[in-house]
């Protein structure tokens, strides 16, 4: 099988465009995000426009999640709403319904 490339993705075909995630939102601002329909994500450094973007597939993004998750990495929080949520999508497939929770939680 033929593996997929995510820096194959057009910014024009992301859901909503580059944004700040919530975790760099606290007034530092360095790090914008992209995330495309399949599943891929884009992550840039706002301090050094000159580097190009890191992109991840849909199974790297859930690995990492996963780590997080299981609290092996402390470089990203999830308050306990957000990190059940998306233990919910975990264990029941429902990765839409949890998406739209966070996003929920985002912007309360």
Known sequence: MERHDPY???EL???QGWGTPKASANGAQCVDLIEFPNGDI??????????APLAFDKRER???LLSVLLGNDERFYLDEEERLAVLDAVKTGDVATALAKLKDLASA
């Open 42 to 51: 884009m992550v840039r450094d706002t301090k050094r426009p000159d580097l």
């Open 13 to 15: 075909t992301s859901i």
């Open 8 to 10: 194959a993705n057009d």
């Open 62 to 64: 859930t690995a990492v």
